[in-house]
């Protein structure tokens, strides 16, 4: 299977899949959505969501309404982005979930909108600063509207993340039709959101926060610097697609965004010149250097096929290069992995660097393969097809002889310790 010709063909036309797996595939979404929860690029929302209940007191009925928004905005961003998804797969683009961080000017953006939310919630500006009265006062009059966008936030920052169960649901959902795909992305909307829905229609969670008072100010600005470490994190992403030099240009950019921001706090005259350079500052900088945040990083020479594996040392995968080293009898373990996926970073850093696993690759010989996903490569994303996945993490051992093992996304020591001995 792994030297299989991966050129693409014009898609057919999926077939309904079993009640059986669909309802698996249904299942799989709700509980993987509800994990989502769990994962540490959703904190960030999730605290704000507390902010919230907060602030709507002991109003019941404002609880209710911001509870469904919270949900419908969740599912309908899910949805769209699932939509997008299967129309893009359709036209014949080879992607997979978290497809739109493959993207440097993606991430970018995404690094600019959650700065612009840390300075807000430090207290920098209030954003009816900046908008005629009526708008200003739009979040007031319509706290619904806001709990929605926060909802569409909360799915933007998760879309990198895939949760246990979500990677063999959406690897059946990009082989069904449309409206049971569909219906896949919405249980998983679903399930990210039953736990802020369910608090909203339980009254005894809000009896569990403080009354409002001070401490909400102290709080709110206290969420400033998990969005600011967010943006760390979207920082490195790009510095491993578009190198230091597009990581640097997209740092200056930030600054320079950010100090426009305060100008447009002052008053007067002082306003008018202080903003005045700044743009033009800013709309030189982005001519000078702004190309550097999407010029792809040269891509490191792949190795020959028939070249020997180090032990324990981490090679880059191509499907040629795993075909030959199984068909000279080595076991291959495979990391489908990317710099934008935080639970692959996770793992990388725990159990694929514990000892007791890295000897057990070298004891039984195991070639060890990456196959990085940060950037769009249609070779990986057809392996991940293969494999019923659509997203990473992915963790395959191959062995001669043998089908794939499938591993699970939280990966544990004892979990691939155990499937080595195997071998």
Same mark, same amino acid.
């Given at each position: 299977?792994?030297?299989?010709?991966?050129?693409?063909?014009?898609p057919? !036309?999926?077939?309904?899949?079993?009640?059986?797996?669909l309802?698996?595939?249904?299942a799989?979404?709700?509980?993987?959505?509800?994990l989502?929860?769990? %994962?540490?690029?959703? &904190?960030?929302v999730?605290?704000?969501k507390?902010?919230? #209940?907060?602030?709507?007191?002991?109003?019941?009925?404002a609880?209710?309404?911001?509870?469904?928004?919270?949900?419908?905005?969740?599912?309908?961003?899910?949805?769209?982005?699932?939509?997008?998804?299967?129309?893009?797969? !359709?036209a014949?683009?080879?992607?997979?979930?978290?497809?739109q $961080?493959?993207?440097?000017a993606?991430v970018?953006?995404?690094?600019g909108? #959650?700065?612009? *939310?840390g300075?807000?919630l430090?207290?920098? #500006?209030? &954003?009816?600063?900046?908008v005629?009265?009526?708008?200003?006062?739009?979040?007031?009059?319509?706290?619904?509207?806001?709990? &929605?966008?926060?909802?569409?936030?909360?799915?933007?920052?998760?879309?990198p993340?895939?949760?246990?169960?979500m990677?063999?649901?959406?690897g059946?959902?990009?082989d069904?039709?449309?409206?049971?795909?569909?219906?896949?992305?919405?249980?998983?909307?679903?399930?990210?959101? @039953?736990?802020?829905?369910?608090a909203?229609?339980?009254? !005894?969670?809000?009896?569990?926060?403080?009354?409002?008072?001070?401490?909400?100010?102290?709080?709110?600005?206290?969420?400033?610097?998990?969005?600011?470490?967010?943006?760390?994190w @979207?920082v490195?992403? @790009?510095?491993?697609?578009?190198? =230091?030099?597009?990581?640097?240009?997209?740092?200056?950019?930030?600054?320079?965004?950010?100090?426009?921001?305060?100008s447009?706090t002052?008053?007067?005259r002082?306003?008018?010149? *202080?903003?005045?350079v700044?743009?033009?500052?800013?709309?030189?900088? =982005? /001519?000078?250097?702004?190309?550097?945040v999407?010029?792809?990083v040269?891509?490191? +020479?792949? =190795?020959?096929?028939?070249?020997?594996?180090?032990?324990?040392?981490?090679?880059?995968w191509?499907?040629?290069r795993?075909?030959?080293? %199984?068909?000279?009898?080595?076991?291959?373990?495979?990391? &489908?992995? !990317?710099?934008?996926?935080?639970?692959?970073?996770?793992?990388?850093?725990?159990t694929?660097?514990?000892?007791?696993?890295?000897?057990?690759?070298?004891?039984?010989?195991?070639?060890?393969?990456?196959?990085?996903?940060?950037?769009?490569?249609p070779?990986? +994303?057809?392996? @991940?097809?293969?494999?019923?996945? /659509?997203?990473?993490?992915?963790?395959?051992?191959?062995?001669?002889?043998?089908?794939?093992?499938? $591993?699970?996304?939280?990966l544990?020591?004892?979990?691939?310790?155990?499937?080595?001995a195997?071998?």
């Amino acid at each position: 299977a792994l030297a299989a010709n991966q050129a693409q063909s014009a898609p057919s !036309a999926p077939t309904s899949a079993p009640l059986g797996t669909l309802l698996a595939a249904l299942a799989g979404g709700l509980l993987g959505g509800l994990l989502l929860n769990l %994962m540490p690029c959703v &904190f960030p929302v999730l605290a704000i969501k507390v902010l919230g #209940f907060a602030q709507h007191g002991s109003n019941r009925r404002a609880q209710r309404l911001a509870g469904a928004a919270y949900t419908a905005g969740v599912v309908l961003s899910f949805l769209a982005l699932g939509g997008l998804l299967l129309g893009l797969r !359709a036209a014949g683009e080879q992607l997979g979930w978290g497809f739109q $961080l493959q993207s440097p000017a993606v991430v970018a953006l995404l690094a600019g909108l #959650f700065t612009l *939310i840390g300075l807000n919630l430090a207290g920098l #500006f209030e &954003f009816g600063q900046f908008v005629p009265g009526r708008l200003a006062t739009l979040q007031a009059r319509h706290p619904v509207g806001d709990a &929605f966008l926060s909802g569409v936030l909360a799915v933007a920052i998760a879309s990198p993340c895939t949760a246990p169960f979500m990677g063999a649901s959406l690897g059946f959902a990009v082989d069904m039709p449309a409206a049971q795909a569909l219906a896949v992305f919405a249980a998983l909307g679903l399930g990210m959101a @039953l736990p802020y829905l369910a608090a909203s229609l339980v009254p !005894a969670v809000v009896g569990w926060l403080p009354r409002p008072g001070p401490w909400m100010d102290t709080f709110r600005r206290a969420m400033a610097f998990p969005m600011f470490a967010t943006v760390v994190w @979207l920082v490195w992403v @790009l510095g491993q697609q578009s190198g =230091i030099d597009g990581a640097g240009a997209l740092l200056a950019l930030l600054v320079a965004g950010s100090a426009l921001v305060w100008s447009l706090t002052l008053r007067g005259r002082t306003r008018v010149v *202080i903003a005045s350079v700044l743009i033009a500052g800013g709309a030189w900088l =982005i /001519s000078a250097i702004g190309q550097n945040v999407t010029k792809p990083v040269e891509s490191a +020479t792949p =190795i020959a096929s028939d070249a020997p594996a180090a032990t324990n040392a981490w090679q880059p995968w191509s499907a040629d290069r795993a075909a030959a080293l %199984m068909a000279a009898g080595q076991p291959v373990f495979v990391d &489908f992995t !990317a710099a934008w996926c935080v639970t692959c970073q996770y793992n990388k850093r725990t159990t694929l660097v514990d000892s007791n696993v890295l000897a057990d690759f070298a004891d039984r010989k195991v070639a060890l393969l990456r196959a990085d996903w940060t950037r769009r490569d249609p070779a990986i +994303t057809a392996a @991940l097809t293969q494999l019923g996945r /659509s997203g990473v993490p992915v963790y395959v051992l191959y062995a001669p002889g043998k089908a794939p093992v499938v $591993l699970t996304e939280i990966l544990s020591v004892a979990e691939v310790r155990q499937a080595l001995a195997t071998l």
